[in-house]
Each structure stands twice: as C-alpha cells, then as structure tokens.
C-alpha cells in the first residue's frame, strides 16, 4: 500500500487560509510550495479553511482536488484550552478525508494540527511545515499591540500555544522555514526537525538599473508589529529627512493615516495589488525594513532582495535567514538615517548583485526546496 502511494505520489496539504492570491506571508509560502511540488509531479488534494477569502479556482491548477471546510471563529473558542488558531479549526469532515487514504499529510503551520490528536492517524506520514516558533511570535505580537483587549488575547494565545507545541512530538517531520528555528525544534524534537527554506515567486535576482526614486516600507499593515515598525519609522527615521518616503500594505489603521500627513515627504499606498507592489519595489532606491521580532522569515525581505536595490534592515530581521551579507544592517535609527543618506544616490555595484544572485539561488530556489521536502515525504 504504501509502495502504489509513492507511485503515485499523492499528497494530502492542509493550509490555515486559502492559499489564493499569494498576497501576504503564509500564503505566499504554501501557494509556491504547491506549485514547486506539482512540477515534481506530485497529485496534491488541497484542504482550505475558509474565512474572509473566497474559493479559487485557480488552485485546481496545481491540485487534482480542493476541499474547503469552515472555521469556527466563535467567541467561545477563546475560552476553550486549545490555542484558538488550533480549535477554530476543528473539522470532523477533514480528519474522515484524511483518513480515506494513507497518503502523506502536510500540515501548513501549527494551526491545522488538530487533527494529529487523532490516534488514528498514527503511523502516517505527517509533516507540520512551521512559519513560526508561534507561542514566541503571538508573545511579541503582544508586546507591539496597543489595544488592551487584543494584546490580552496574544498574551494568553502564547501560552495555551506554548503548552500545545508539544503535538510535535506525533509528527514524523518538522518543516522550519528558518536556521535559528531548526535548531529550537531539534532541541525539543530531535532530528525530525529540518530546514525548508520559504517558497516565494521569484525565479532570479533582477536588480534595477540606475538610481531609484524614494525610499518604502512594506508589509501587512494590520499586523501589529508591522504597524509598530512604520510608526517607528515616520517618527523616528524619516522625521527629519528630506527624502521621499513611501508606506504600502493592506489595511493601514487611523494612527498610521494620520501620522502619513506629517510631513509632504510621506505617501501611503493602501492595499496595492501585486502588480502595483512590484512596480513600487523595482523603483525604490531604498528598501527600509526593520523588525521587531525575529520569528519565522519575513516574505518582504526575499521580495526587496530579489526585486529592488539596496535594502536597509537591522540583524533582528535578518537573524537565522543567512541574508545578513547581502543587506546593509542598521539596529538604531541614527545607523539607519546615515545608510539611507550614505546610499540615496549610489547605485548597486555589479558586483553586489552578482554577490545576491549567487546567495539567493543558492539559498532559496523553489526546486532545490521541493526536491527537500519530497525526499522526507518519501522517508518512510
């Protein structure tokens, strides 16, 4: 039985969200990791949790089947032992289709793992692919949060995720998307834990030529921390810059408007489309990303090394991405105001971007990536 499967190669991926459109983190990872391992020739039933997004067609591309299950996001999760990402996506109808066959599972992110609880799964092939150290990233999403009632709920999500982590322990693979976090989930689970490298849309490094116009931030700007870094950054950094400086993402909040009309130098760009974000990275001259935590790998680094020119950020952000040598590190803001006067009209060297071609295909190419996971997907 197991033999016809690998003949087969068919592949059950459980995904927190619909992975369709790629537009932010997490999904940017598991829609290139189905497209990768659909080239490899893998027959991939896709399993979706479906909340805010609507079905994609698209996905039936890549995959022979897509089933999509509602998540619960009633109050009463909240209160219940298991971390609410983890019970809210509780479905009975998922663990029977998982059960149909002895086909492999992977599991995208700690939040699908419900159904590893069931001893009836034991003995399968199952691999949880981890974007996070999760009770580590809720715990800083806390600290960056301002709201009372929401930083209540990161708090105590840290903890009932901190004591649940342990399901790892009923896998037979951890999938880490960073170095520093392989070496966290071997130290608590052995060698079931590996390192997979984020999947992303790029093929190669294509810098732009010549001298770019202004200087962007990016990222998914409901996300507290991502809020936190460009306050951080209008107040603190560009206050007294006389540079243009642009601000793009999803779902800018009241504080982050206001404070866009400070200064004449400041431009918002709400919810671009993926087209305009990449028009927005190929003219920038200056990629300023600072981060507050250094949980998982932030999709918008890979985006500016791989699409733009220099890319300002501190070793927060880089730690645990081996990406430290092609970026210019500044941890306080008088280093990141003179890296961005030192390179406002410096364009990247030739041998810079050769130097970042090299690393990036090396270190991130979606095949070599693929052909990783396969090989434990086929470690039975």
Not at 7 to 18: A, E, M, P, Q
Not at 312 to 329: Q, V
Request: net charge positive; glycine share 4%; hydrophobic share 40%.
């Amino acid at each position: 039985m197991l033999f016809i499967n690998l003949l087969n190669k068919k592949l059950h991926i459980v995904s927190f969200d619909i992975p369709f459109p790629p537009n932010y983190g997490g999904v940017i990872d598991v829609f290139y990791k189905i497209k990768a391992l659909h080239l490899l020739g893998w027959k991939i039933h896709l399993h979706c949790f479906l909340y805010g997004r609507k079905e994609a067609k698209e996905l039936e591309m890549y995959c022979e089947k897509v089933s999509y299950y509602p998540r619960d996001i009633a109050r009463s999760k909240l209160f219940q032992r298991l971390p609410y990402i983890v019970s809210s996506r509780n479905n009975k109808h998922l663990t029977d289709a998982l059960l149909a066959d002895n086909s492999p599972i992977l599991f995208e992110g700690l939040h699908t793992t419900f159904p590893l609880q069931d001893k009836r799964l034991k003995g399968r092939k199952m691999i949880v692919r981890s974007h996070n150290i999760e009770h580590e990233y809720y715990r800083h999403l806390g600290l960056a949060e301002n709201n009372l009632f929401k930083r209540y709920y990161f708090n105590s999500e840290a903890t009932k995720l901190e004591s649940y982590e342990p399901i790892f322990k009923n896998t037979t693979g951890i999938a880490a998307i960073s170095r520093s976090e392989t070496k966290h989930f071997q130290k608590h689970y052995g060698n079931k834990a590996f390192y997979l490298p984020a999947f992303h849309p790029y093929e190669k490094a294509i810098q732009p030529k010549g001298i770019g116009k202004y200087a962007l931030y990016h990222g998914n700007l409901s996300i507290a921390e991502n809020h936190k870094a460009a306050m951080f950054l209008i107040k603190e950094v560009f206050n007294d810059l006389n540079i243009e400086f642009i601000i793009a993402g999803n779902h800018p909040n009241a504080e982050l408007k206001k404070a866009i009309k400070l200064s004449p130098s400041f431009k918002l760009i709400e919810n671009p489309t993926n087209l305009i974000m990449e028009k927005l990275i190929s003219e920038a001259q200056l990629h300023v990303l600072p981060a507050f935590q250094s949980t998982g790998i932030k999709l918008k680094l890979l985006a500016a090394l791989f699409n733009g020119r220099h890319v300002i950020t501190n070793s927060t952000m880089t730690e645990g991405t081996g990406l430290d040598d092609l970026c210019e590190i500044a941890n306080n803001p008088f280093e990141i105001k003179k890296k961005i006067m030192d390179l406002s009209d410096v364009s990247v060297s030739i041998k810079n971007q050769n130097k970042r071609e090299s690393i990036l295909i090396q270190e991130f190419s979606n095949s070599i990536s693929a052909k990783e996971l396969e090989k434990h997907l086929n470690n039975y």
